[in-house]
């Protein structure tokens, strides 16, 4: 048996990634409903908002689901109290050490699973507890680390004995065949999930993933140390130009303010910040969810 669908009680050891905005609880359920596991993204939300998107996943599966808490957030403490109280199933963590919050979840037996992008922070997540351990390559869509998903992904299962799932650039089932030759025991898989007849984000956004080429996905902010990686548009260049420009942290970070609303709501393709990974060029159609997973694992042995 799989080891990441033993530990989560799913069919296919794939994870939908916390991408802010695009991952909401129509998303997360149809994931889960397909066999995978969903998360619903926490993003910046209030801890009311999050709430609520658990409420109505559980509306739309019996399956079970996750949520993403993005430690940045200034409402983390708050969602991470929410998540407490409503027991998903599972908490995936990203920008951050979730290791003050661990003890508590797992006395709510809430399965943890940090996104980590090195070594250390795979061995340090183990040590607190974590049931097991995401490890990010750099192909990913929004916040990212350094290290490429084929590198990080072999010395992070060498490093721990937790089960991995590996992220970043999956986007078919040739992806999948790597990660497992890899070591890892699943994916977890955003970019694709955004071109699903589920996901609720405009459609000039998933416009904009079917339409992207391989270099495309480019990343910005590397000089506040929070890199992105974000489709290029008048916002990338924008930010480009201030970062050469030397510009402040806080004039960067003000121009970023509402940039996931703006491509997710109002589809706005110029001034939006349309988060996708390098996979956006493998990404071809519309389907549902329940299809792209049993894509990602057709000839795949789990």
Request: proline share 4%.
């Amino acid at each position: 048996m799989n080891r990441i669908c033993e530990l989560l009680g799913i069919e296919y050891p794939i994870i939908q990634g916390g991408m802010a905005w695009v991952a909401t609880a129509e998303l997360a359920a149809a994931v889960s409903n397909g066999g995978g596991l969903g998360l619903i993204a926490a993003g910046s939300a209030p801890g009311d908002v999050v709430r609520e998107q658990i409420k109505k996943a559980r509306t739309l599966t019996d399956k079970p689901f996750g949520v993403n808490v993005m430690l940045m957030s200034p409402n983390a403490d708050e969602v991470m109290q929410v998540v407490l109280e409503e027991k998903p199933a599972v908490v995936a963590t990203g920008a951050g050490n979730p290791g003050k919050y661990m003890e508590a979840l797992k006395a709510a037996g809430i399965k943890v699973m940090p996104v980590i992008a090195s070594v250390a922070m795979a061995k340090r997540m183990e040590k607190a507890g974590a049931d097991a351990v995401i490890a990010e390559g750099t192909e990913a869509g929004g916040h990212i680390g350094e290290l490429t998903t084929m590198v990080l992904t072999p010395q992070v299962v060498d490093a721990v004995s937790i089960p991995v799932i590996s992220a970043g650039g999956y986007a078919d089932s040739r992806g999948t065949k790597a990660a497992f030759a890899l070591g890892a025991d699943g994916i977890q898989v955003g970019t694709r999930f955004i071109c699903s007849t589920e996901c609720i984000a405009h459609e000039n956004y998933k416009n904009a993933v079917l339409k992207a080429k391989d270099r495309d996905a480019v990343v910005t902010g590397r000089t506040t140390g929070a890199p992105v990686r974000a489709l290029k548009n008048k916002l990338t260049k924008e930010y480009n130009r201030l970062e050469k420009e030397g510009a402040s942290f806080e004039e960067i970070e003000a121009l970023g303010v509402g940039g996931l609303r703006r491509a997710f709501m109002d589809g706005d393709t110029e001034m939006g910040s349309l988060m996708a990974g390098q996979s956006a060029a493998m990404v071809h159609k519309i389907e549902p969810c329940s299809d792209i997973i049993k894509d990602f694992f057709k000839g795949v042995e789990i």
